[in-house]
């Protein structure tokens, strides 16, 4: 049984960490489906608006431009770094008629993440008629001008598209006809901003629902395994309860089936002495097992069932006098203080329930080995409350336990504690008496050190 569930519990765990680990891997993947179809959308959108015929005739504003200026460089009236500076010049005038054009587009796309876009000419050569070759921009490899778009940095960027501009372009150079020929390189990147939010934000509704089902079956499975350890406890619980009470019955049975076996032998025919014996052992038996049957009785009462008849009266008498008695029934080698406070206040509670409390805390101290108990009377001004302690010095109570020792049938089950009688209700019994006066009962303990259990009865006023 032990290995069984076990092994279920292992394996309902199991089977919820391959299933997160499952929907985890699937939404990985659709996260990555996303992001690929949403790249395919941002270059869709750009590529929409980048073909447009108007931003076409906005690229020749500055190539127009750009080639007038080659033209002046040729004819050595500008130098290198000027062509460059004026095509950089232009570019930026120009580029705020792309900016936006662009940014209505990609509005009326219906694309709603933030997409930056670039386009940058990295290579610039123009090569004459001979075929020598003149390379403008380029030669290092860090040079590029922004030509259209925002500029962002490089690892931000997926390229969408590497062209070339090539033209013959004639011209007239000291006053003849000549042809240049012009190599001019660029590359469009795109950057789409937060494009993880804008994923997750479109994902949201999935995430949530897996969330939602992740926390449902992790509820589920708390719910199974903890009702599954319930129900193995008490039939745990009862197997113990069964065990205990036929070992409980099998003694008083045994020496009743003696005493009676001696009276009708006829051994003790005539001697009055044995006669009288067997009859007191036939008596106290009979009595422990009414006291047995009682306990069993009792315990089907829950705290609702306790009919309680209450009366007011001095607790400080009370309770010593509930000690005295039971004094007079202890064996020898035991000693029972009291500490007692003559409070003077009134204590509202059913006498007789209340002793039986009392008695099954004492004769608990005594059967787990106390030898020194001492019953404390108070009032816990704090909790407005009569306060009654049982301290013994007996095995005490290790803290795992502690907290069941009240539960219907529960017995402390470590090897030692096996030497000890009991069917597991008398704590239950008096934690219900306890109940039914609206009060409380706790333990402290510390093993092999001792116990002591706590009542507090509210003071009604
Ligand atoms: P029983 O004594 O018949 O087993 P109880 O309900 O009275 O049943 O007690 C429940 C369990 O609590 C006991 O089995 C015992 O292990 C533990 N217990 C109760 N009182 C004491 C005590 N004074 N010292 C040590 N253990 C105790």
Do not use: C
Not at 99 to 127: P, Q
Not at 384 to 412: A, L, P
């Amino acid at each position: 049984m032990q290995l069984k569930s076990k092994a279920l519990i292992f394996g309902a765990i199991l089977t919820l960490i391959a299933l997160t680990a499952i929907q985890g891997y699937l939404i990985y993947n659709t996260y990555e489906l996303k992001k690929k179809t949403f790249t395919v959308d941002a270059r869709n959108a750009i590529a929409k608006v980048y073909s447009a015929p108007e931003v076409d005739s906005i690229m020749w504003l500055y190539r127009n431009d750009f080639l007038t200026q080659l033209e002046a460089y040729k004819n050595n009236k500008l130098s290198k770094e000027q062509v460059l500076f004026q095509l950089r010049k232009k570019a930026e005038a120009v580029n705020l008629l792309f900016i936006d054009r662009y940014e209505e587009g990609m509005a009326a796309s219906g694309f709603d993440a933030d997409v930056k876009f670039r386009k940058t000419a990295s290579y610039i050569a123009i090569s004459d008629s001979l075929g020598n070759k003149e390379v403008l921009l380029g030669a290092n490899r860090q040079d590029s001008i922004l030509l259209l778009g925002t500029d962002f940095v490089e690892e931000g960027g997926i390229l969408i598209n590497n062209s070339t501009w090539t033209i013959d372009h004639d011209y007239e150079r000291s006053g003849m006809q000549d042809t240049f020929f012009l190599e001019f390189k660029s590359h469009i990147h795109m950057n789409i901003l937060n494009w993880e939010l804008a994923i997750v934000k479109e994902l949201s509704g999935l995430l949530i629902i897996s969330v939602l089902l992740f926390v449902f079956v992790v509820g589920l499975l708390y719910y199974s395994i903890h009702n599954l350890l319930k129900q193995k406890r008490i039939a745990e619980i009862k197997t113990d309860f069964i065990n205990n009470i036929t070992h409980e019955l099998k003694t008083p049975l045994s020496t009743l089936s003696l005493a009676t076996k001696t009276l009708t032998s006829g051994h003790a025919e005539g001697d009055a002495e044995m006669t009288n014996e067997a009859i007191a052992i036939i008596n106290r038996q009979n009595i422990r097992l009414q006291r047995l049957i009682d306990q069993v009785l009792q315990s089907s009462l829950g705290y609702k069932q306790i009919q309680l008849s209450k009366e007011a009266f001095n607790a400080s008498l009370f309770i010593d006098q509930v000690v005295e008695d039971f004094k007079l029934s202890l064996q020898n080698g035991v000693a029972i203080e009291k500490e007692i406070d003559t409070t003077g206040v009134l204590m509202n509670a059913d006498t007789f329930y209340l002793s039986t409390a009392i008695i099954n805390l004492l004769t608990n101290a005594i059967k787990y080995g106390g030898t020194r108990v001492v019953v404390t009377y108070s009032i816990d001004r704090a909790k407005n409350s009569h306060r009654i302690t049982v301290t013994d010095n007996g095995i005490g109570i290790s803290e795992k336990y502690q907290k069941f020792i009240f539960d219907k049938f529960y017995r402390v089950s470590e090897k030692d504690t096996h030497n000890y009688k009991g069917l597991g209700l008398g704590l239950y019994y008096t934690h219900q008496i306890i109940k039914a006066h609206h009060g409380s009962i706790y333990v402290t303990s510390k093993e092999r050190k001792g116990s002591t259990f706590i009542i507090l009865i509210p003071i009604v006023s």
